[in-house]
C-alpha cells in the first residue's frame, strides 16, 4: 500500500507538467519571481556603478536579464542589426505584446538607450526601483498634458545626454494578431528632436504563447530591425503622415515574419 501511495505522489509532478495550464502558470510565476529577483541583484550594483539614477544603470539590467530566454525555452532571430548602428540619440518605436517583450528588447538593447513606460510601472517593487535606476521615463497615461509635459521634457534630455528612447506606440498590450493604431507621442518627440526613429518588429508570440488558452511553450521570437526613417526639417504637421508611414512599414514586416515563423514552426499546440 506504502508503495502505491508513493507512485502516486511520483506521479503527481509528471501529470502537473504535461497539462499546458500548469505550464502556462508555473512558468508565468517563475518569470515574474526571477525577475524581482534579478531586480534586488541589480539595484546595489547600479548604486556602486552610477551612484544613483543613470542610463548607463541599463548595460547592468541588460547583462542580468539576457539569461532569462534559456529558462522560458525561447530564442530569438534578429535580423538588421545594421540599422541599430546608428550614432547620436534616436528613437525606437516597437510593437508591443506582453512583459515578455522585455527579453527581445534587451536581446538588442543599445548602449545609452532607455524605455518610456507607464508610471504604474515605478510602483512594481524591485522592478520599479531597478527601473527607476535605469533611467527609464515614466509617463501618466491618463493625463494627456501630463505626458505631453514628460515627452518635451525628454527630447530635450535626449539631445543634452545623447542618449536613445524605446517607446511602444501602442501604448498598451496587444496579442490580437495584428498592430493598434498608433498613438502620436514618439512621433512628436522624435520631430521635435529633430532625430531619426527606427523601427523594431516583434513576430507574434501566437505560436508559443497564448493567454486565454493558458498555453506557454518553446517557440522562436523573429526581431526585424527596419531601416532608420529621418525626421530633418519635419515639423508637427507632418506627425500624422510619419506614424501613418511608420505603422504601414510595421504592419507589413509583422505579419512577413510571422508568418515565416509559423511556417518553420507550425501551429501552437492546443
Not at 27 to 56: H, N, Q, T
Request: some cysteine; proline content about 4%; hydrophobic content about 45%.
Amino acid at each position: 500500500m506504502d508503495g502505491l501511495w508513493m507512485i502516486a505522489l511520483l506521479l503527481i509532478p509528471l501529470v502537473l507538467w504535461t497539462s499546458s495550464t500548469f505550464v502556462f502558470y508555473f512558468k508565468k510565476c517563475f518569470y515574474v519571481a526571477w525577475m524581482m529577483g534579478l531586480a534586488l541583484l541589480a539595484i546595489p550594483l547600479c548604486i556602486l556603478k552610477s551612484g544613483g539614477r543613470d542610463v548607463e544603470n541599463m548595460r547592468i539590467i541588460r547583462g542580468l536579464v539576457r539569461h532569462v530566454k534559456y529558462f522560458l525555452g525561447l530564442r530569438f532571430d534578429v535580423s538588421g542589426w545594421e540599422h541599430l548602428q546608428t550614432e547620436g540619440p534616436y528613437v525606437i518605436i516597437s510593437n508591443h505584446q506582453s512583459s515578455l517583450d522585455v527579453l527581445g528588447l534587451m536581446e538588442i538593447l543599445p548602449d545609452r538607450c532607455t524605455m518610456i513606460a507607464k508610471k504604474e510601472l515605478i510602483y512594481a517593487g524591485t522592478v520599479g526601483l531597478v527601473c527607476w535606476l535605469g533611467g527609464i521615463v515614466f509617463i501618466n497615461r491618463k493625463k494627456t498634458n501630463d505626458a505631453k509635459n514628460v515627452m518635451a521634457d525628454a527630447a530635450k534630455t535626449m539631445l543634452d545626454d545623447q542618449i536613445r528612447l524605446w517607446v511602444f506606440p501602442e501604448g498598451t498590450r496587444n496579442q490580437r494578431g495584428g498592430l493598434l493604431p498608433f498613438k502620436k507621442g514618439a512621433f512628436h518627440l522624435a520631430v521635435q528632436a529633430q532625430v531619426p526613429i527606427i523601427p523594431i518588429v516583434f513576430s507574434s508570440y501566437s505560436n508559443f504563447y497564448l493567454r486565454k488558452e493558458k498555453q506557454f511553450n518553446s517557440g522562436t521570437i523573429r526581431l526585424k530591425i527596419l531601416p532608420k526613417i529621418d525626421t530633418k526639417g519635419m515639423t508637427s504637421e507632418d506627425i500624422s503622415s510619419l506614424s501613418d508611414k511608420s505603422f504601414n512599414l510595421m504592419r507589413s514586416a509583422f505579419h512577413s515574419i510571422s508568418d515565416s515563423v509559423t511556417q518553420s514552426n507550425g501551429p501552437s499546440r492546443h
